[in-house]
């Protein structure tokens, strides 16, 4: 039997929401495997099925610029909270995904690593460009972006797609956009929607429901309709544009962009986000 240390049940824990005991005898069970005991969890109702965010590995702060074209989200990490608030460390951080977006670098460009390198001099801590991305902006598409609180350690990038140029300019689709952004940063979707799921993930929620089904002793045709209910509202939970709007739970996201553009004669769509969460687990 594989050794069961305080460190793996802690991990585990901090992974799934379980408590102590059952993390322990999950890890047991599956003989020291890591995503055997998390899979026991979740087959046993123990954990959550879909993690929302990334655990919190270090310090950091998330940028986000948004340009005529482009938009870009970068983090920068550090050792501590101190000097992700530092006013040196969030100007040059608000500089390098500038120059990211204008100028067409990425994570791995040396003149932005260098940046950072020159900031850890400086400040005398391990900083790092940890993430870069950028988002196209096309025609009739705009981006909407958000820092969350002085801390900086939530970037949200949303891209939505319009039916004609005046929707741009639309306060009320500039608003929906702005709490986009909100509802990203509170909900961390998995997933944009359905069609962005992997078919791997699908498959193996069905295996996990599937097995907590079989627990309740009903009927083939019953365990079938209650396998379908309970993947049908995690898509509900882990697609974007599925969740209940964070301003209206009535309705859905995609919902409100239905109803907002036909109420101004058009079409508006949810087509692409981005949220970093400064620390999580990649």
Not at 217 to 237: R, T, W, Y
């Amino acid at each position: 039997m594989a050794e069961i240390n305080a460190s793996d049940v802690k991990k585990l824990r901090e992974k799934t929401g379980a408590g102590i005991v059952d993390c322990k005898n999950a890890l047991i069970k599956a003989n020291g495997d890591f995503a055997g005991a998390e899979r026991l969890l979740k087959e046993m109702g123990l954990a959550a099925v879909a993690k929302r965010a990334g655990r919190s590995a270090e310090e950091g702060r998330a940028f986000t610029y948004v340009g005529k074209s482009k938009a870009g989200i970068m983090e920068l990490s550090c050792e501590t909270d101190f000097v992700a608030r530092n006013e040196e460390f969030t100007a040059k951080g608000t500089k390098m995904v500038t120059d990211a977006v204008e100028l067409g670098k990425d994570a791995n460009d040396p003149d932005l690593i260098a940046v950072a390198t020159g900031l850890a001099t400086t400040i005398k801590e391990n900083i790092q460009l940890r993430r870069l991305e950028t988002l196209e902006i096309g025609v009739n598409e705009m981006v909407a972006d958000y820092i969350h609180g002085e801390s900086g350690r939530v970037g949200v990038l949303v891209k939505l797609k319009v039916s004609s140029p005046e929707l741009l300019n639309n306060a009320k689709v500039k608003e929906y956009a702005k709490d986009l952004t909100l509802h990203a940063a509170a909900f961390s979707p998995n997933y944009l929607d359905e069609t962005k799921v992997p078919k791997a993930y699908m498959d193996e929620q069905e295996s996990i429901f599937r097995a907590q089904a079989a627990q309740m002793d009903k009927p083939d045709n019953v365990m079938q309709g209650i396998i379908k209910g309970k993947l049908a509202k995690h898509l509900k939970e882990i697609c974007f544009a599925d969740q209940p709007f964070v301003k209206d739970e009535k309705r859905s996201v995609r919902k409100v962009a239905v109803d907002l553009g036909t109420e101004l004669g058009g079409t508006i769509e949810l087509v692409d986000y981005r949220v970093y969460r400064a620390g999580e687990e990649l």
